[in-house]
Nanobody, 124 residues
Framework: VQLQASGGGLVQPGGSLRLSCAAS????????IGWFRQAPGKEREGVSC???????YDADSVKGRFTISRDNAKNTVYLQMNSLKPEDTAVYYC???????????????????WGQGTLVTVSS
């Protein structure tokens, strides 16, 4: 199982980025995917998650600004991030697991497989 997050970069406050999580080595459409982030000096936190059939949950801090989606044909999950704020600055990770835990999908303990992160910096 391999997960590769990409799409991070430097963006001004109010700007947008789209992160991608490309998966390989497993039956992608059978897995649930979560996006997490870790800011310097802070614990990792759940951002958004999506089940294998498209059900989603978002953290309160990103509701209305971030949108998670998946394209099973491309083995990829996306995180569209709009109206970015400096407090969104973090390393973003994607994770995968076969079991769907509903609203608990924002907890990192629920995921077995993790990819390397991609850095998002929101600054003027």
């Amino acid at each position: 199982v391999q997960l590769q997050a990409s799409g991070g970069g430097l963006v001004q406050p109010g700007g947008s980025l789209r992160l991608s999580c490309a998966a390989s080595g497993f039956t992608f459409d059978g897995y649930n995917i979560g996006w997490f982030r870790q800011a310097p000096g802070k614990e990792r936190e759940g951002v958004s998650c999506i089940s294998n059939n498209g059900r989603t949950y978002d953290a309160d801090s990103v509701k209305g600004r971030f949108t998670i989606s998946r394209d099973n044909a491309k083995n990829t999950v996306y995180l569209q991030m709009n109206s970015l704020k400096p407090e969104d600055t973090a390393v973003y990770y994607c994770a995968a697991d076969r079991i769907w835990y509903g609203s608990r999908c924002l907890r990192d303990q629920m995921y077995k497989y993790w990819g390397q992160g991609t850095l998002v910096t929101v600054s003027s």
